[in-house]
């Protein structure tokens, strides 16, 4: 038996319909969202959990919490687990932080490893205080299943972080669309994605929201 971490990226939100940013704004799920979380404890609840870890944020928390319930387990929040920091773009549009930031947009987009938006955080830093939960799990729980709750860009660098793969390139190689799970197991040979942004645990309409 080995550990398996699974990560689930919160449910939909205002954001996540739009593709505005949004890192520390704190939204809570739209009604689909909250129905993605449902079905998810639905289909999931079935397996034997060891953990749930979980970003601070009301998004991450209420897609947690059916499961949670489900299985009688209390969550572990931990502030590693947050989204990219988006400093001065928080709110804005794509179109409006092109138009206002254009020069630091364009370093973004192009090497997000070391040019993080304007007062915000880098991949680096990201997989930095990301990899510190990773460890206390790896470290806690040597085998079976924990669930990991957070946001499409930490979740990508963790992922990036964990098979080798150039943090720049988060947004070019991994995707994480709303309620997607991935699930990596960690064995003698290092960390094995099995599954990538599996989304079939939900109805049909839930998968073919337009979104982010």
Known sequence: MSLKIYFLRHGETTYSKT???????DPELTAEG????????????KLPW???????????????????????IEMQVRDGLREIKYGEWEGKTLESVKKEYTE?????????AWNAPNGGETSVQIASRASLVIAEIEEKYKNGNVL?????????????????IDLGRYRDRISALAASVSIVKFDVRGPLLEVLGDRSYMDENLRNLPGT
């Not at 593709?19 to 704004?25: E, H, I, K, R, Y």
């Not at 909250?34 to 609840?45: D, E, V």
Request: one cysteine or more; aromatic letters at 8%; hydrophobic letters at 45%.
């Open 34 to 45: 909250s129905q993605m979380a449902a079905q998810f404890a639905a289909t999931y609840a």
């Open 50 to 72: 060891d953990a749930v870890y979980v970003s601070p944020m009301k998004r991450t928390i209420a897609t947690a919490k059916p499961l949670c319930d489900a299985v009688g």
């Open 148 to 164: 990991v709750v957070s946001h499409k860009a930490t979740i990508r660098i963790i992922l990036c972080s964990l098979l080798g």
């Open 19 to 25: 593709g505005g940013f949004c890192g520390d704004l």
């Open 104 to 112: 630091d947009y364009i370093n973004w987009l192009t090497e997000p």
